[in-house]
């Protein structure tokens, strides 16, 4: 805290997504979008067996998870850390007839045992929305914990050194260095985005950032690599969705 002025917690992220019209958001995005072309082809890559045991991190209403299912992956774990999304998912089940497990947990604090999952998901850049890098850190360390060894992780971010944001950056870098930054962020790359919805938090880093959080983790980067590079979006999905970047990591097999 800066003088009366709260840093943005966990519980403010949850209040967004918790707003009827963030809800009915991400509702129309599992039922009219599903899955991008640029997930799927991740995916299949990095989870070929379709009996592996898949665990998806801040699902939401299932826009991910209930798309692989009709995929033909069927050992699946769909969980987010907000009750309100994860019954709107459940409603959706029930629609679409399928056996995916949902829970609601903390990504920082997963009640799984050690080596559950064959591969962990983090899409829609969900990691990012954790505010602090050392929360953001203990996540990862949970989904190294949980992950079989040799077994992948998947997850999404957006990235500061993108074209179209570079002078927002380089305007809050003379801020954060003259201390003029908004007093509730917590770390270099914070911000809140103005949506249609309501105020959104999100964490944009650079890939270095990344690189060192993932190493410390104990995961290795196989790749990473921007969604344009590898699929053709649809409009649909690019209403929906900006430009971000893929992460494939790996835990050590020894």
């Given at each position: 805290m800066q003088?009366?002025?709260?840093?943005?917690?966990?519980?403010?992220?949850?209040?967004?997504?918790?707003?009827?019209?963030?809800?009915?958001?991400?509702?129309?995005a599992t039922r009219r979008v599903g899955t991008w072309a640029s997930e799927e082809l991740v995916f299949r890559q990095s989870f070929p067996d379709r009996q592996a045991s898949l665990l998806e991190l801040g699902c939401g209403t299932g826009r991910i998870c209930l798309s692989l299912w009709m995929l033909g992956y069927e050992n699946l774990t769909g969980t987010d850390f907000s009750k309100d999304?994860?019954?709107?998912?459940l409603e959706t089940q029930k629609e679409r007839a399928s056996a995916v497990r949902f829970a609601v947990e903390d990504a920082t604090r997963l009640s799984f045992p050690d080596q559950s999952?064959?591969?962990?998901?983090?899409?829609?850049n969900g990691?990012?929305?954790?505010?602090?890098?050392?929360?953001?850190?203990?996540?990862?360390?949970?989904v190294c914990r949980v992950l079989k060894k040799g077994r992948r992780f998947v997850f999404t971010t957006h990235d500061r050194a993108f074209p179209k944001w570079k002078k927002f950056w380089k305007v809050e870098k003379r801020k954060w260095r003259n201390g003029q930054q908004d007093e509730s962020l917590i770390d270099f790359g914070d911000?809140?985005?103005?949506t249609p919805r309501g105020k959104l938090f999100i964490h944009v880093p650079d890939t270095a950032e990344i690189r060192d959080d993932l190493k410390k983790a104990g995961l290795v980067v196989e790749r990473d690599q921007l969604r344009s590079r590898l699929a053709d979006e649809s409009?649909?999905?690019?209403?929906?969705?900006?430009?971000c970047r893929f992460w494939v990591a790996r835990k050590p097999s020894d």
């Amino acid at each position: 805290m800066q003088g009366d002025t709260m840093e943005v917690s966990s519980n403010d992220v949850l209040g967004y997504y918790k707003g009827k019209l963030v809800l009915e958001h991400y509702e129309e995005a599992t039922r009219r979008v599903g899955t991008w072309a640029s997930e799927e082809l991740v995916f299949r890559q990095s989870f070929p067996d379709r009996q592996a045991s898949l665990l998806e991190l801040g699902c939401g209403t299932g826009r991910i998870c209930l798309s692989l299912w009709m995929l033909g992956y069927e050992n699946l774990t769909g969980t987010d850390f907000s009750k309100d999304m994860i019954s709107r998912a459940l409603e959706t089940q029930k629609e679409r007839a399928s056996a995916v497990r949902f829970a609601v947990e903390d990504a920082t604090r997963l009640s799984f045992p050690d080596q559950s999952f064959d591969g962990v998901i983090f899409g829609f850049n969900g990691l990012m929305q954790i505010p602090g890098r050392e929360n953001r850190l203990r996540a990862m360390r949970e989904v190294c914990r949980v992950l079989k060894k040799g077994r992948r992780f998947v997850f999404t971010t957006h990235d500061r050194a993108f074209p179209k944001w570079k002078k927002f950056w380089k305007v809050e870098k003379r801020k954060w260095r003259n201390g003029q930054q908004d007093e509730s962020l917590i770390d270099f790359g914070d911000r809140f985005e103005e949506t249609p919805r309501g105020k959104l938090f999100i964490h944009v880093p650079d890939t270095a950032e990344i690189r060192d959080d993932l190493k410390k983790a104990g995961l290795v980067v196989e790749r990473d690599q921007l969604r344009s590079r590898l699929a053709d979006e649809s409009e649909l999905v690019k209403e929906f969705s900006d430009e971000c970047r893929f992460w494939v990591a790996r835990k050590p097999s020894d």
